[in-house]
């Protein structure tokens, strides 16, 4: 059966793309894909980093995608979405313990699951909680490892409070002023989104160089 013409010429949605799922669903589609990559273990795969940074290049009106975002209306959403996802996936881990996780068979996010319990060993319940977020699949297993593992819920709501607008607020508003600053940056979307995700893991990158000089200091002494 061959479909419509005004049917088959909508192109489909690519979940994986930035500009896809910005061309379909907008604002709310960015409060959807935080929520759904923060709070809900099938959301690991959703491009929250390129996300965020595209659509605050989208608010300036400088990227020629036919697709014109509100700046306010935006970090609203980021921030609603990064947040409330973070609390409902602590709450989930500490209701469900394991059994959601025990449950995937993606390689993927059992390996993001052991890098998620080997940052609240080693840097402690805050700054794992804050570092997690920028690190791709980590910061969807973290919340719900943070409430089966029993981490207070003051301290992570605090901590992930403190994280998730760090994260979102920062990426958005670095597109929107990377867009605002230099002309037709669009057209090296890729490899700016590219630097973008690097620079959202210096934070980690950091505190693991810190933490083998501390290591390494410690075996001196000793």
Same mark, same amino acid.
């Given at each position: 059966?061959?479909?419509?013409?005004?049917?088959?010429?909508?192109?489909?949605?690519?979940?994986?793309?930035?500009?896809?799922?910005?061309?379909?669903?907008?604002?709310?589609?960015?409060?959807?894909?935080?929520?759904?990559?923060?709070?809900?273990?099938?959301?690991?795969?959703?491009?929250?980093?390129?996300?965020?940074?595209?659509?605050?290049?989208?608010?300036?009106?400088?990227?020629?995608?036919?697709?014109?975002?509100?700046?306010?209306? !935006?970090?609203?959403?980021?921030?609603?979405?990064?947040?409330?996802?973070?609390?409902?996936?602590?709450?989930?881990?500490?209701?469900?313990?394991?059994?959601?996780?025990?449950?995937?068979?993606?390689?993927?996010?059992?390996?993001?699951?052991?890098?998620?319990?080997? !940052?609240?060993?080693?840097?402690?319940?805050?700054?794992?909680?804050?570092?997690?977020?920028?690190?791709?699949?980590?910061?969807?297993?973290?919340?719900?490892?943070?409430?089966?593992?029993?981490?207070?819920?003051?301290?992570?709501?605090?901590?992930?409070?403190?994280?998730? !607008?760090?994260?979102?607020?920062?990426?958005?508003?670095?597109?929107?002023?990377?867009?605002?600053?230099?002309?037709?940056?669009?057209?090296?979307?890729?490899?700016?989104?590219?630097?973008?995700?690097?620079?959202?893991?210096?934070?980690?990158?950091?505190?693991?160089?810190?933490?083998?000089?501390?290591?390494?200091?410690?075996?001196?002494?000793?």
């Amino acid at each position: 059966m061959i479909a419509p013409p005004h049917l088959s010429s909508q192109p489909a949605v690519n979940v994986l793309d930035a500009q896809s799922l910005l061309a379909a669903f907008g604002v709310l589609g960015v409060g959807v894909v935080m929520f759904a990559e923060t709070g809900l273990l099938i959301g690991f795969f959703l491009p929250g980093d390129s996300l965020l940074f595209t659509a605050g290049l989208l608010c300036t009106g400088t990227a020629d995608r036919g697709v014109r975002l509100s700046l306010l209306p !935006l970090l609203a959403a980021a921030v609603l979405g990064a947040l409330t996802g973070s609390q409902c996936g602590y709450l989930l881990g500490r209701r469900a313990g394991g059994a959601l996780l025990a449950r995937s068979r993606s390689p993927r996010l059992h390996a993001g699951a052991r890098r998620a319990e080997e !940052l609240l060993e080693r840097y402690g319940q805050a700054k794992a909680i804050v570092l997690a977020r920028f690190v791709p699949v980590v910061r969807t297993v973290l919340n719900p490892m943070a409430g089966a593992l029993g981490v207070p819920l003051r301290t992570f709501t605090v901590w992930q409070t403190a994280g998730g !607008l760090l994260w979102s607020v920062g990426l958005t508003l670095a597109g929107y002023g990377l867009g605002s600053t230099i002309p037709d940056v669009d057209r090296y979307l890729l490899p700016v989104i590219a630097l973008i995700v690097l620079v959202s893991l210096v934070p980690l990158a950091t505190e693991v160089l810190r933490s083998r000089r501390a290591a390494k200091a410690g075996e001196a002494r000793g």
